[in-house]
Structure formats: C-alpha cells, structure tokens
C-alpha cells in the first residue's frame, strides 16, 4: 500500500519552452485542490544539489498565490538548466580534469528527507530519461513532455511546438516580402537538433522553397536547381529555411561546441554555410537569419497553454491514482499516460512517409533530396 501523499515537487529541466509555467500553475493548483503541497525546485536539479547557489533557499514552497496569472508567461518561474544530470554530474578536480558522478542518491534523500513524496518532472528526453531512472532509484516521479522541437516519442505533440512553429511562420511571412523586393535568397536557421518539425511545420506553413532537415542529408545541387528553375519562371527570390542540425550528403552536422559531461553537444551555423554556398553558387545577394533562442521565448499559444495545462492536471491526476514511472501524453485529442521506460532515450524524428512531407513535396517544396 502506498503511502498518501501530502507533498509532491516539480521540476523544469533542459531549454525552456513556453508553456512551462502553465505546467506549474496546473500542478500546484491541481495538488491545492487535493490539500497537498507542491515545491518548486530552482534550475532543474540544482536548488538540491548546489544549495550554497541559492541564498533564499533552492527548494520553494509554491503557492496557488505565487502561481496566480503566470500561465501565459514565457519561461519557468523555478528556473532551469541543460547542465547537472545527477547521474553524471561534473565534479571539478584539483588537477583540472572533470570526475563524472553519480550524485543521484542525493535527491532521493532529500525527498525522504523533507517528506516529499513524489516529483513531476517536466523535460524533453533528457530530463525524462533522469526521471526514469529516479524512478527505477524508487522515486514516485510523473513526467510531462516539454521541448519545442516536438522530437519526444509517445505524445502527439509536446507544449513548446506550437508557439515555436507559429513564430517562425510569422518571421517567414514577413522575409517573404524584404527577399522579393531585393530579389534575395533568404536563409533561415531554425532550432531542431535531430528532428525537422520546426523546419517542416513552419517552413510548409510560411511558404518556404526549400526545406532542409536533419532526416534528409541535403544535397546543395538540388538546392540550387530549385533556385535556378524559380529564376527561370521569373521568381528572383528564394526562401530556404534549414534545421540547426541538417546535415550535408557529403559532412558533418554544424558544430559550436562538443558535448561533455551532462551537457549535450551545441548545433550552430548551418545556416551561414547553406547561406554562404549558395551565394558562390548562385551569385544572388544572400542573407541569412537565425531565429535561434526567439522560437523559445514568448507567450504560449493558446494550443500550448491549453496542452500545458492539461499536462499539468493530468500529473496530479496520475500520482492520486497511485502511478508513477508514467508520462502524461497527448493521444490526439485525449491525455492518457506512457511509461517512461517506452520514452527515454528514443527520438521522434519526422517519418520519411509523413503527410506533412509529402504534402510539402506536392506543394513543389525542395528538401534537398
Ligand atoms: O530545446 C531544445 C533546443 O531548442 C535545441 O533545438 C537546441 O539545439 C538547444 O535547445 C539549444 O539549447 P541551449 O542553447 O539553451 O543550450
């Protein structure tokens, strides 16, 4: 028989995505409701294992006053961090090297010790993948998907996805007017380490010419036949928009830096190269825009929020009726529930025989391919 919770904690791991303090207000308003209590823990893990960084305290109790009339703010109000796994934590040596350790043992110490009886968990697949492994440690943990990219398996969308795609879409309307006027090619950056749905989405919705993403290794020559088939039925502007992590045929992914210990590794720049190969190889004025950190900020749409939201209430539902081990999924158009286990460690990259990418292929978009 499980013990009846009276405290539960949330934390918010990894890039931030707008929806996530509606997460926290349906949480926190949800556990009210049941008389329990809900603590936010600062910047993913850190509020309990970096406690000397937070003078005020890294673990908050979070009120339904705290939480009053947050739901359409961008970022988290607890904070986060893409740094700090507790199962390989980076612990500075004296010779300057770094020690990848376990440090796990200490939050479920801390729970046991202030009497916290379950955690939600609101992450893309790293968090989650943590999650999964605290609640294998034995910890009563609920998972909630979050990540703009929409690269979680198991939920039809994670909350983030929306605003990011309508965002970009936006900016890809207002290129289209600035590049026909100049006769431009305009190159437009957008986020998605692995997985196209940024790119795909907004692209197809904005009315990109040529879509490139990390599951199509894009050929440049297709590219450019694309851009010199438009020339020729008197279109002297092209809209290219490419995820940070489309790779070429021949090379590698854009690197900024290489992953290290609890930190994955940094896309970046793809977008100047795309840019600056097709200005050698087309001669055409070029300009490229990265949209980067813009498709994280924000206010959620009302489909994020909505789905924030339900995400939020449907955790607590999961933890009263005594799951865990559990992700709250968006079953189009109903939440059920997953198990992490069917969640960690795997991607949802865009199926090559999507609709969206056929669509797009109908619609005479180039995808390099
Ligand atoms: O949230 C996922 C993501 O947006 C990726 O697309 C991107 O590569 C990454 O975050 C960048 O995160 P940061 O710059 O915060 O380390």
Redesign the pocket.
């Known amino acids: 028989m499980q013990k009846p919770i009276r405290r539960i904690a949330i934390c918010t791991g ?4 707008p929806g996530l303090n509606a997460v926290i207000r349906a949480t926190v308003t949800a556990a009210a409701n049941r008389g329990w209590e809900c603590m936010g823990i600062r910047d993913g893990f850190s509020g309990i294992l970096q406690p000397e960084r937070y003078p005020q305290g890294g673990v908050h109790l979070l009120t339904r006053d705290r939480v009053r009339g947050i739901s359409h703010l961008g970022g988290t109000i607890i904070g986060t961090t ?1 740094k700090g796994n507790p199962f390989h934590y980076p612990v500075p040596q004296s010779d300057g090297s770094v020690l990848d350790t376990d440090r796990s043992g200490e939050i479920l110490a801390y729970f046991e010790r202030e009497g916290i009886d379950a955690l939600v968990s609101v992450g ?1 697949d790293g968090s989650l993948t943590i999650a999964n492994e605290l609640h294998r440690k034995g910890l009563r943990v609920v998972g909630v998907p979050k ?3 929409n ?1 979680l398996d198991k939920t039809y969308t994670t909350f ?1 996805f929306d605003t ?1 795609v309508s965002f970009a879409t936006e900016c890809l309307d207002r290129l289209h007017s600035t590049a026909e006027s100049h006769q431009r090619i305009m190159v437009v950056e957008v ?3 692995y997985a196209g749905w ?1 790119a795909l989405h907004a692209g197809i919705a904005g009315g990109a010419h040529a879509i490139l993403i990390p599951e199509i290794a894009y050929d440049l020559d297709k590219v450019v036949a694309k851009i010199a088939e438009r020339e020729k039925e008197g279109r002297a502007y092209t809209l290219v928009v490419v995820a ?2 489309a790779v070429p045929k021949e090379g590698a992914r854009a690197l900024v830096a290489p992953s290290e210990i609890g ?2 590794e ?3 720049g793809v977008g100047e190269q795309v840019g600056h190969a097709l200005a050698e190889r087309t001669g055409k004025d070029t300009r490229v825009v990265v949209l ?2 813009l ?2 900020g924000g206010s959620p749409t009302a489909f994020d929020r909505l789905a924030a939201l339900r995400f939020g209430t449907a955790a607590v539902r999961a933890l009263d009726e005594g799951l865990s081990g559990v992700m709250v999924a968006l079953a189009f158009p109903n939440v059920n529930y997953v198990t992490l286990e069917e969640v960690a460690g795997r991607m949802k990259a865009v199926p090559l025989d999507s609709d969206t990418l056929q669509t797009g292929r109908d619609l005479g978009v180039c995808f390099g391919d």
């Open positions: 990894g890039g931030d995505a893409n893309g990540t703009i990219d690269d983030g990011a986020m998605g380490r940024i940070e992590g930190h994955a940094r896309l970046g980067g950190h498709l994280r």
